[in-house]
Nanobody
């Protein structure tokens, strides 16, 4: 069974940090490009960050540049999203997506809530 599971969400205050993890089960994540998305209540899902399968290319939404960092931990078959200086507007359910040209997997999401 192929699974993608996010973890690390929670409730924090403005300015604090969280580290999200996206763990793969049943397949090797380092063969896949991985992206983080988020969806706030009443809003469309938006892309937050991306890392290529090699880890050599990364990308960030303007709203999180300089605060979020995406990285691979291939030995753990995970991709992490370090989120610093969190703001209330970062509150959302965060999803990871692993993809190749043939396959796409989504996780179930993890809630991040930032209080002011």
């Amino acid at each position: 069974q192929f699974l993608l599971v996010e973890s690390g969400g929670g409730l924090v205050q403005s300015g604090e940090s969280l580290r999200l993890s996206c763990a793969a089960s049943g397949f090797t994540l380092d063969h896949y490009a991985v992206a983080w998305f988020r969806q706030a209540p009443g809003k469309e899902r938006e892309g937050v960050s991306y890392i290529s399968s090699s880890g050599g290319a990364t990308n960030y939404a303007d709203s999180v540049k300089g605060r979020f960092t995406i990285s691979r931990a291939n030995a753990k078959n995970t991709v992490q999203l370090q989120m610093n200086s969190l703001k209330p507007e970062d509150t959302a359910v965060y999803y990871c997506r692993a993809s190749t040209i043939l396959m796409t997997y989504w996780g179930q999401g993890t809630q991040v809530t930032v209080s002011s």
